[in-house]
């Protein structure tokens, strides 16, 4: 059994009830069931190594991060833009995101509490002895995914998109979002062995809370 540890936020349950219900329609509508097992929640820090000694360190330095998150900003709000993919017009893979379907909560302000999370948390992460983020070498983007790694034709995948859209317009998905808990998963799977980088994990990840704290 393979494991990753990962800094995760939920946002308030309001919102996170209709991002599943959009998400349960468009992949009970094109198919993608193993998507459909995985929580919702808004990647700060996911799927990197920590060894077992240095658990217990994580989770104390992950409620330090929401008690000052909490006291500068508490509940944020994150602006939701909509559904997106990683596909342009043309139905191509653009972003190396092309197999997923997200609710899009990318922003440029270097100073949101979001932000200020993200670099904290991967700072934390670093510091401690035995883990490697070595999955999150690209640039952070913010977002709940509705359909991952679903390998579906181009144009289907564009359909898909489409279809999402206007699932999430009927449901009423919120165009703002506020952080609710700051939580520390520890995630199982058979299938990704040591990689967990290209979603081998989808057909079969679990995970189990180690922590929750309120921001």
């Known amino acids: ?8 936020l939920v946002v308030e349950p309001e919102f996170t009830a ?3 219900r959009t998400r349960n329609i468009v992949c009970g509508q094109y198919g993608s069931w193993a998507a459909e097992m995985h929580m919702l929640r808004m990647n700060v820090v996911s799927y990197f190594r920590c060894s077992d000694t240095n658990v217990d360190l994580l989770a104390d330095g992950v409620g330090r991060l929401a008690e000052d998150s909490r ?3 508490p509940r944020f709000s994150i602006d939701c833009l909509g559904v997106a993919s990683g596909r342009n017009e043309s139905g191509e893979g ?54 991952e790694y679903a390998n579906l034709p181009p144009i289907v995948m564009a ?9 999430a317009k009927d449901v009423g998905v919120p165009v703002v979002a506020s952080a609710w808990r700051l939580v520390l998963l520890r995630y199982h799977s058979e299938a990704a062995g040591d990689d967990w980088s290209h979603g081998s994990w989808a057909n079969d990840v679990s995970w189990e809370y180690l922590s929750s704290y309120t921001l």
């Open 18 to 20: 209709k991002a599943y």
């Open 159 to 167: 359909d898909a998109t489409e279809f999402a859209k206007g699932v």
């Open 71 to 73: 006291k500068r900003s």
């Open 94 to 147: 653009s972003n190396g995101e092309s197999n997923n379907i997200y609710l899009d909560f990318r922003h440029v302000d270097a100073n949101h509490p979001l932000t200020r999370l993200h670099d904290e948390a991967s700072l934390l992460v670093r510091g401690l002895p035995g883990t490697n983020l070595s999955v999150e070498n690209n640039a952070y983007h913010p977002k709940i995914n509705l359909m």
């Open 1 to 8: 059994m393979s494991t990753r540890l990962g800094i995760e």
